[in-house]
């Protein structure tokens, strides 16, 4: 695994995911890839071989950033990295390191592997499968295409599924959390098959992984017309597109992408030659589509049906795209016709001219969109849409030449000035709150920077951290990078830690340094699971350079954490003589008074040392 982290450098594998520009000697700055922003808060330091977002506190090494970027396990990212090196993991190594739920995810994407050939090879081979057969056929699908697509069938049983992986040793409890089977609602422990009767597309993730399945009922009296796997572990349909893996190749060729509704359309185009599609699965597009999208074009053309269920997807996808730094057009199909139908009915030249010339920039398309809620026929109805459009989308438009083409077309239109609508448009940016978006988690502000500072809510400034809580950092930073200090922390201090996080951390340096006999950050880090301690850790690191050394400073720390400790225990006994004598118990005071002179020797001595 150390050889797989050296062979990379974090810089150019985040690359891939971010636009990283050079901020000063070995950092590098973009956008977060984890929360909306204009401005980049996003650092990654090639030094350290971290990275690291002052705006939502993400932060880690290599594996961590594959890990929260693409939902996969700790060992699924080291896989997946020594196989773009082609360095071959030792089975013991792998076996040391392998989770509980990465074995099960590994048993999930097996059966899915299956649960597709099965469902293909009953479409294909059997009497069952002619009725999905010829539904497809008769949708103009080739039988090359279903193969390229391993399509398949899901018979009309409860059980077929279920009986063909348990005689492959699968649990039920398994297949019932990787959303191949459903639970009886009227008998705990009972399964049966989740998708009967239905055409079946088989969803992969964008390694070729099948991860879920959708599924086309073939009787009006099934079920919904279309039903997609749960969420599982493996699938997620907010960050899964379909035919990915498929089109990434010439989307990254073309520099395009083009986004449509349903797996038909997406299996139509690509038949007809057009094999830069994708599709949402059931949902707008998601932040995570749009990223992902992002690194491998420059261009996303969306065309979503022309109903109200499509329109509707389509404005809500145009609202998560507007601050994409990706160009993005809206396409419309001329007679309402959805894709795979105008792809029969006119051919590919066609569709692809269409997709040219119908094309709308998401300003336009997001303008268009909100004539029908306004009376244009009146002044009144004219005003407020003008107005609307002014504060709801053009305040959004950073480029001057797309703000002034607006500006001129509505100026043509409702016989209004350029002038007089662009002081409108400055006098609504002007009036629009400062920072982030108030319906945002999130917000820029460089909070947390330092690791000695604590962010309070609104834009007040950063309150400095109590002095023993600051000790406390510098300490564990110490034994970040030099053992032999975890070691003295450990003799002298054990865990008494004021704060939960860091007796944590502290105790798995312990553990670490029992197994390792130098420090290791990149790989200590990688062997956490809790993420709040993975962004201490790289919080704390990317400030040690600032570390004074010399072994009579930890040695202060350690002292001053001490005595902090002292005088918390100091102030329970002062506490506990005072109540004693509210009692009258005598005794209790002469206890509390010896302890409380105990104490503060011990705090008078630990002060005149670190002062000696």
Not at 103 to 112: F, N, Q, S, T, V
Not at 393 to 412: F, R, Y
Request: charged share 30%.
């Amino acid at each position: 695994m150390e050889r797989v982290r050296q062979h990379f450098d974090i810089v150019d594998v985040i690359g891939e995911y971010v636009g990283l520009k050079k901020s000063g000697r070995g950092s590098y700055a973009g956008l977060c890839p984890f929360h909306n922003e204009k401005s980049p808060s996003f650092h990654v330091t090639q030094d350290k071989q971290l990275y690291h977002c002052f705006g939502c506190s993400a932060s880690g090494n290599l594996f961590t950033f594959l890990i929260e970027k693409e939902g996969i396990t700790f060992q699924e990212a080291v896989e997946r990295l020594a196989q773009r090196a082609n360095i071959a993991l030792p089975a013991e190594e792998m076996e040391d390191v392998e989770s509980p739920e990465y074995k099960r995810r590994k048993e999930m994407l097996r059966a899915h592997e299956l649960a597709a050939k099965y469902y293909n090879h009953i479409l294909m081979n059997t009497e069952h499968g002619k009725l999905g057969l010829r539904y497809l056929e008769e949708r103009g699908i080739s039988r090359i295409t279903i193969e390229a697509f391993q399509l398949g069938y899901a018979p009309d049983a409860w059980d077929v599924l279920r009986k063909f992986l348990l005689k492959r040793g699968f649990a039920e409890e398994l297949l019932f959390e990787a959303g191949l089977l459903s639970e009886a609602q009227n008998g705990k422990g009972r399964y049966f098959d989740k998708f009967r009767h239905r055409v079946m597309y088989p969803i992969h993730d964008a390694q070729g992984h099948v991860i879920g399945f959708g599924g086309r009922v073939l009787s009006k009296d099934s079920g919904p017309k279309y039903l997609n796997s749960p969420e599982t572990p493996l699938f997620h349909k907010g960050r899964h597109l379909y035919n990915l893996h498929r089109a990434r190749s010439t989307m990254r060729s073309e520099g395009r992408v083009l986004v449509l509704e349903g797996y038909m359309d997406v299996i139509a185009a690509y038949q007809a030659g057009v094999q830069n599609v994708v599709a949402v699965l059931g949902t707008a597009l998601t932040n995570d589509h749009v990223r992902l999208l992002q690194r491998n074009v420059q261009e996303i053309v969306m065309m979503f049906d022309g109903d109200a269920a499509g329109q509707k997807a389509a404005l809500r996808s145009a609202e998560v795209v507007k601050d994409a730094d990706v160009k993005t057009r809206v396409a419309t199909l001329p007679e309402g016709l959805d894709p795979d139908d105008f792809l029969k009915k006119y051919g590919k030249d066609a569709f692809v001219r269409a997709i040219q010339d119908n094309a709308s920039s998401m300003t336009t398309f997001r303008i268009l969109s909100m004539r029908k809620d306004y009376n244009l026929s009146t002044d009144v109805g004219r005003e407020d849409y003008l107005k609307a459009v002014i504060q709801t989308v053009l305040t959004d438009v950073s480029s001057p030449m797309e703000l002034e083409k607006q500006l001129k077309e509505l100026s043509d239109e409702f016989g209004v000035s350029v002038d007089a609508l662009d002081q409108e448009v400055r006098l609504a940016k002007k009036s629009a709150p400062a920072g982030d978006k108030p319906d945002r988690k999130w917000n820029t502000n460089r909070n947390n920077a330092d690791g000695m500072s604590v962010a309070r809510s609104g834009n007040r400034a950063s309150t400095p951290l109590p002095a023993n809580i600051v000790a406390e950092r510098i300490l564990l930073t110490h034994m970040l990078i030099d053992e032999g200090v975890a070691r003295q922390v450990q003799d002298e201090l054990a865990d008494e830690f004021s704060v939960d996080e860091h007796m944590v951390l502290a105790a798995h340096l312990y553990a670490f340094y029992a197994e390792h006999e130098r420090a290791q950050p990149q790989l200590f880090i990688s062997g956490l699971e809790d993420r709040e301690l993975v962004k201490l850790t790289t919080t704390l690191l990317l400030k040690a350079d600032e570390l004074d050394r010399r072994p009579e400073f930890v040695e202060e720390y350690i002292q001053r954490i001490r005595v902090f400790q002292l005088e918390r225990e100091l102030k329970r006994f002062e506490h506990q003589y005072i109540e004693c004598g509210n009692r009258m118990d005598w005794e209790g005071m002469r206890v509390a008074s010896d302890e409380v002179k105990r104490i503060q020797a011990l705090i008078s001595a630990l002060k005149n040392a670190t002062t000696q």
